[in-house]
Nanobody, 119 residues
């Protein structure tokens, strides 16, 4: 079965950097995305990458960069200039017909990794 396993979360000071990884197994998909969810809030699109390129939400554009290593079947999210507002559980997602910036466009999800940014 398909598995997506995130890692790399932790506690970091504002202005610092963190690199999240999502190791995929079972299948390879054309599109992968990162979402995040803070307590009491809806899951929010962060970034996505596909054959046609990558996209980043306005809130992270210029600070975060999504990338992938096809040889390792791993997706990354490089997070720079972190702000307390970035604090959330971060999830990677994909699917057989993954698309868009809504959670409903993705079938498979990792377990999430906590990112906490202190002020």
């Amino acid at each position: 079965q398909v598995q997506l396993v995130e890692s790399g979360g932790g506690l970091v000071q504002a202005g610092g950097s963190l690199r999240l990884s999502c190791a995929a197994s079972g299948r390879t998909f054309s599109r992968y995305a990162w979402f995040r969810q803070a307590p009491g809030k809806e899951r929010e699109f962060v970034a996505a990458i596909s054959w046609s390129g990558s996209r980043h939400s306005d809130s992270v554009k210029g600070r975060f960069t999504i990338s992938r290593d096809n040889a390792k079947n791993t997706v990354y999210l490089q997070m720079n200039s972190l702000k307390p507002e970035d604090t959330a559980v971060y999830y990677c997602a994909s699917g057989t017909t993954a698309w868009g910036e809504r959670s409903s466009g993705y079938d498979y999800w990792g377990q999430g990794t906590q990112v906490t940014v202190s002020s």
